[in-house]
């Protein structure tokens, strides 16, 4: 079959990396693959199969007939709903191209104009359009890759899971990996999920973050502490991932200032300290940037940073050995 993976603006490498099939289009937040079966994916943020490819589509509202001859063949009595997304300047908009292919799909079709969720036990489609092409697909499963199962608790400032799951493949976790803070602990999860053989410890200032953690793995070990002043022996550990407040979604408390400090200390010698950050990250206390990762990401533009630390500071450290 031909499937559709949905990603994060600027995840597509990875993303096609962890498919491993062979890529037939990468587009934008797209890749198109074959595959005998669907696999299973956690950095992709959705996954479709694809019904038709359309070209020829143009910037008028002639190209909704297209659309919705496209579509008619895979007409069915079961309710629907589509989601439609465009690149470029076009004198319809999303809600056109959606009730165009929908009430071709399906009589009953339900419209996302009014802005309602469509009801339970719904088929879900997507459009896409790009340049003069556009795909129509149909989701493979009943909600988005997106939404984890684990996920019953969650804070303010949550980690988008397909993010996580990108930073942790970055990461490579093994060994002691470190989140100090944890939140409702997305990025350890994800780790656990990748490498579930590696020692976990979730750290965070709030209490109610830790509870969101526990809730979403009992299994793993979650501490409240202080991510300025870390309950962690200098070395000891060898993966860190970390989605620092900041003062956006959440204010940054207690000795958060210290992080990086703390950070370069516990961070045993060729260890790896993954963040995802709204701002480009400077070298200090002997840490340098290795790899950044520019996303698009809910209209901001975080990076991740792969850190290491330098050659000056591994050596500075066997020496004070």
């Not at 516990?266 to 996303?295: D, K, M, Q, S």
Request: aromatic residues 6%; positive net charge.
């Amino acid at each position: 079959m031909f499937l559709l993976a949905r990603t994060i603006r600027g995840l597509e490498d990875l993303a096609c990396a962890e498919i491993g099939s062979p890529i037939a289009r990468v587009r934008h937040r797209e890749i198109w693959f074959e595959a005998a079966r669907p696999p299973e994916l956690r950095i992709a943020d959705d996954l479709f199969e694809i019904a038709a490819v359309v070209r020829g589509v143009g910037p008028h509202k002639t190209a909704l007939t297209r659309l919705g001859e496209a579509a008619a063949p895979f007409r069915s009595g079961g309710a629907v709903d589509v989601t439609a997304s465009f690149l470029g300047r076009r004198t319809y908009n999303r809600y056109d191209i959606e009730d165009a292919v929908g009430t071709r799909l399906s009589p009953a079709y339900h419209s996302r104009r009014s802005g309602h969720r469509p009801p339970p036990g719904t088929t879900s489609w997507r459009v896409t359009i790009e340049g003069d092409e556009a795909v129509i697909a149909r989701r493979l499963g009943e909600r988005p890759l997106h939404r984890r199962p684990y996920k019953t608790g969650s804070v303010p400032g949550s980690l988008h899971p397909p993010v996580a799951a990108a930073m942790a493949l970055v990461a490579g976790p093994r060994g002691v990996v470190l989140d100090p803070c944890c939140g409702a602990g997305t990025l350890l999860i994800e780790a656990h999920a990748l490498r579930p053989r590696a020692r976990y410890l979730g750290l965070d200032l709030r209490k109610e973050s830790i509870a969101a953690a526990r809730s979403n793995a009992p299994s793993l070990t979650w501490l409240a502490a202080d991510a300025g002043r870390l309950p962690v022996a200098t070395g000891g550990v060898d993966r860190v991932l970390v989605n620092p407040p900041w003062d956006r979604q959440v204010t940054g408390e207690g000795m958060i200032a210290g992080l990086w400090r703390e950070l370069a200390r516990v961070l045993a010698p060729g260890g790896r300290i993954v963040a995802l950050l709204h701002e480009p990250f400077r070298e200090r206390y002997g840490l340098r940037v290795v790899r950044a990762l520019p996303l698009s990401l809910a209209g901001s533009h975080p990076a991740i940073y792969e850190i290491q630390p330098s050659t000056s500071s591994l050596t500075s450290r066997g020496r004070s050995r």
